[in-house]
């Protein structure tokens, strides 16, 4: 099985799923994440993530690669932006969409956009959690 999560940037939301994935998917899975641009790992996605018990700060901001994107078994967008501009895929490729709200754009304190990231955070979690239990065999 090979999965590509993608989003706007490759900074938070895809970053987050693609930890999850990694930490739960069976360990024959292929999995990455990679953005319609690079805005680089944001620091809040890799602290929220540690609280969860998972490291992300060695994973990249990566622009799509057609040939992975082609050859996946699921393309997951998380994010309206990344599912309008992902490039066409083959009909072999399955598409699925999480739109999220991106939690960089949150505004408030420090605590208040933390805790925007850990809302994010969590909904990914559930969504990866769901994914992996429909299609692990």
């Given at each position: 099985m090979?999965?590509?999560?993608l989003?706007?940037g ?5 970053q987050m ?5 990694h ?13 319609v641009e690079?805005?680089g ?10 609280e969860s018990?998972?490291?992300?700060s ?32 083959p ?40 994914f992996i239990e429909t299609?692990?065999?």
């Amino acid at each position: 099985m090979q999965i590509y999560f993608l989003c706007t940037g490759n900074s938070c939301r895809s970053q987050m799923a693609e930890g999850f994935a990694h930490a739960d998917a069976p360990k024959d899975w292929i999995i990455k994440s990679a953005g319609v641009e690079q805005h680089g790992l944001n620091p809040k996605a890799v602290r929220v993530m540690q609280e969860s018990g998972i490291d992300i700060s060695a994973q990249t901001s990566d622009l799509i690669d057609n040939d992975f994107l082609n050859s996946s078994d699921y393309v997951i967008t998380l994010c309206g932006d990344a599912n309008d501009k992902c490039p066409m895929t083959p009909p072999t490729v399955n598409r699925i969409h999480w739109d999220l709200a991106d939690p960089a754009q949150a505004t408030g304190t420090d605590d208040e956009i933390l805790n925007v990231f850990r809302e994010t955070r969590d909904t990914i979690q559930g969504l990866v959690k769901n994914f992996i239990e429909t299609h692990a065999n």
